[in-house]
């Protein structure tokens, strides 16, 4: 769904360097997620596949390096 409108909407917050982590739902193939959220200097630090596994969904958690 919206998790990439969220995300730019949420720029600002993102470069906050309060801002330590986030957990985002995205598909397997969703990519461009993954690359804005390295680019504004944050990991994959967990993967949390949903239950459901026709769905490629998952839990993701990413860390400020």
Request: net charge positive.
């Amino acid at each position: 769904g919206n998790e990439w409108l969220i995300l730019q909407g949420a720029r600002e917050t993102l470069g906050n360097p309060l801002m330590k982590s986030i957990l985002i739902e995205m598909a397997e193939e969703d990519t461009k997620i993954q690359k804005y959220l390295t680019e504004k200097g944050f990991s994959v630090h967990a993967k949390y596949p949903q239950s459901v596994p026709e769905a490629k969904l998952s839990n993701c958690i990413f860390k400020k390096s």
